[in-house]
Antibody
Framework: EVDLVESGGGLVQPGGSLRLSCVAS????????MYWVRQVPGKGLVWVSR????????TYADSVKGRFTISRDNAKNTLYLQMNSLRAEDTAVYYC?????????????WGQGTLVTVSS | DIQMTQSPSSVSASVGDRVTITCRAS??????LAWYQQKPGKAPKLLIY???SLQSGVPSRFSGNGSETNFTLTISSLQPEDFATYYC?????????FGGGTEVEVK
């Protein structure tokens, strides 16, 4: 079965750090671009970051640039998001997501999400 | 960044109704647009990509249309399982951006 399973969310104080993980299964992870997308509960979807298939190229939303780092370990079929200098406004459900492939950028597979709460 | 604006923000409808949701891009994006459905507590699901291509497994009552800056998602005959929130997303360039969402609720 094709699946993405996130972990690593939780409660962290402002200024703290957290690393999210996402384990992929049922498809050839090393061939796919991957994303992180976040959603404040009850609000809309916001793209956070993307990484290409071999991890050599990354892009970030301005709101997280310099604080978050996306990476991947293709041998472990795992995507990561290292989040540093966390702020209250980073509180959200974080989704790991797969690019559909082909031309342009769409998401055809989402994880179940992991909640990150930044609060003192 | 490309801004995506959806309307309406919510629509009340009954089973069997035809529902149309609009998405407008702040600049031309050719046909590089996707539509997603999200139910409470669940991850989004891809319905339509490239403006009008139906994702595998999605019922044919869903259809998409449009190009450049104006797009629509139509549900031809609303089913009970279609009550949800729908988002558009431009797939033309980074940063990827989503519309604010349209909630389809029971009339």
């Amino acid at each position: 079965e094709v699946d993405l399973v996130e972990s690593g969310g939780g409660l962290v104080q402002p200024g703290g750090s957290l690393r999210l993980s996402c384990v992929a299964s049922g498809f050839t992870f090393s061939r796919q671009w991957m994303y992180w997308v976040r959603q404040v509960p009850g609000k809309g979807l916001v793209w956070v970051s993307r990484i290409n298939s071999d991890g050599s190229s990354t892009t970030y939303a301005d709101s997280v640039k310099g604080r978050f780092t996306i990476s991947r370990d293709n041998a472990k079929n795992t995507l990561y998001l290292q989040m540093n200098s966390l702020r209250a406004e980073d509180t959200a459900v974080y989704y790991c997501a797969r690019d559909r492939g082909g031309s342009y950028y769409y998401i055809d597979l989402w994880g179940q999400g992991t909640l990150v709460t930044v609060s003192s | 960044d490309i801004q995506m604006t959806q309307s309406p923000s919510s629509v009340s409808a009954s089973v069997g109704d035809r529902v149309t949701i609009t998405c407008r891009a702040s600049q031309g994006i050719s046909s590089w647009l996707a539509w997603y459905q999200q139910k409470p507590g669940k991850a989004p699901k891809l319905l339509i990509y490239a403006a009008s291509s139906l994702q595998s497994g999605v019922p044919s009552r869903f259809s998409g249309n449009g190009s450049e800056t104006n797009f629509t998602l139509t549900i031809s005959s609303l089913q009970p399982e279609d009550f949800a929130t729908y988002y558009c997303q431009q797939g033309d360039r980074f940063p990827l951006t989503f519309g604010g969402g349209t909630e389809v609720e029971v009339k």
